[in-house]
């Protein structure tokens, strides 16, 4: 048996390093020529995915109770921070709603019928938990023709949206139809663990593999710009994936 407090604090741990080596390793390539930060470098999300772990981490702490009788509560961490982070996404990157709502449904989908046929109830096992992350990468990398964080925001959106609702609503649906007072249920309850939050960054993981590597396999290239400023000097740019 795993202890589950164990592994919550080391992936927290390993976390908080990576984003001090992601920093240290921008820090000492800004003059040498090297794009870590722009939109189409894959650093990006693994900066930005490696923040939100550690802030979703210290909010699973935390349960916020939405009803008393049956008792009903959502953890911070495992849903209301990964919502915020789609939120967000939605808002500054807008991703196109015909292809969303594609990925939306087929994940929650999937959800479902996967913990029907396991016998679960607002979670799967793994590996089954892996399968809702499947869809939303796909429909993610496929509708955007492979770039990078356009089908990173539909991964992730798609995989959080519909695990929420194949895997916590639909079951809490029918927890609230039968009515007993004395029963509680908290969604989220694994915090950054819980497959709500896990979903997003599996599909997120599977769509930026996907995208790297259909990039290696064709030999894209990316354009250069011009060098300007301090960066001027160490001549043409390049990302750290591409050959210089």
Do not use: C
């Given at each position: 048996?795993?202890?589950?407090?164990?592994?919550?604090?080391?992936?927290?741990?390993?976390?908080?390093?990576?984003?001090?080596?992601?920093?240290?390793?921008?820090?000492?390539?800004?003059?040498?020529?090297?794009?870590?930060?722009?939109?189409?470098?894959?650093?990006?999300?693994?900066?930005?995915?490696?923040?939100?772990?550690?802030?979703?981490?210290?909010?699973?702490?935390?349960?916020?109770?939405?009803?008393?009788?049956?008792?009903?509560s959502v953890n911070v961490?495992?849903?209301?921070?990964?919502?915020?982070?789609?939120?967000?996404?939605?808002?500054?990157?807008?991703?196109?709603?015909?292809?969303?709502?594609?990925?939306?449904?087929?994940?929650?989908?999937?959800?479902?019928?996967?913990?029907?046929?396991?016998?679960?109830?607002?979670?799967?096992?793994?590996?089954?938990?892996?399968?809702?992350?499947?869809?939303?990468?796909?429909?993610?990398?496929?509708?955007?023709?492979?770039?990078?964080?356009?089908?990173?925001?539909?991964?992730?959106?798609?995989?959080?949206?519909?695990?929420?609702?194949?895997?916590?609503?639909?079951?809490?649906?029918?927890?609230?139809?039968?009515g007993d007072p004395g029963?509680?249920?908290?969604?989220?309850?694994?915090?950054?663990?819980?497959?709500?939050?896990?979903?997003?960054?599996?599909?997120?993981?599977?769509?930026?593999?996907?995208?790297?590597?259909?990039?290696?396999?064709?030999?894209?290239?990316?354009?250069?710009?011009?060098?300007?400023?301090?960066?001027?000097?160490?001549?043409?740019?390049t990302f750290l994936w591409?050959?210089?």
């Amino acid at each position: 048996m795993v202890d589950v407090s164990l592994l919550f604090g080391s992936i927290l741990f390993v976390d908080a390093i990576a984003i001090v080596v992601l920093l240290w390793i921008e820090h000492f390539t800004r003059f040498e020529g090297i794009v870590l930060w722009e939109e189409e470098s894959p650093v990006v999300p693994l900066f930005w995915g490696s923040v939100i772990v550690l802030l979703a981490g210290v909010l699973s702490l935390f349960d916020v109770p939405l009803s008393s009788r049956p008792s009903v509560s959502v953890n911070v961490g495992g849903v209301l921070a990964p919502l915020v982070v789609s939120g967000l996404i939605l808002w500054r990157h807008r991703p196109t709603l015909p292809t969303l709502s594609l990925a939306i449904v087929l994940t929650a989908t999937l959800a479902a019928v996967a913990a029907m046929l396991l016998g679960e109830r607002f979670f799967l096992p793994f590996p089954a938990a892996i399968l809702p992350s499947v869809p939303p990468a796909v429909v993610g990398v496929a509708a955007t023709r492979g770039k990078l964080m356009p089908s990173l925001d539909v991964a992730y959106v798609g995989a959080t949206l519909g695990t929420l609702v194949g895997l916590d609503l639909i079951p809490l649906a029918g927890f609230l139809g039968r009515g007993d007072p004395g029963s509680a249920v908290v969604l989220g309850a694994g915090g950054i663990l819980d497959l709500v939050f896990l979903s997003g960054v599996f599909a997120v993981v599977i769509a930026w593999t996907v995208v790297l590597v259909g990039r290696f396999i064709r030999g894209r290239r990316i354009p250069r710009p011009i060098p300007q400023g301090p960066e001027a000097e160490a001549g043409s740019r390049t990302f750290l994936w591409q050959r210089p």
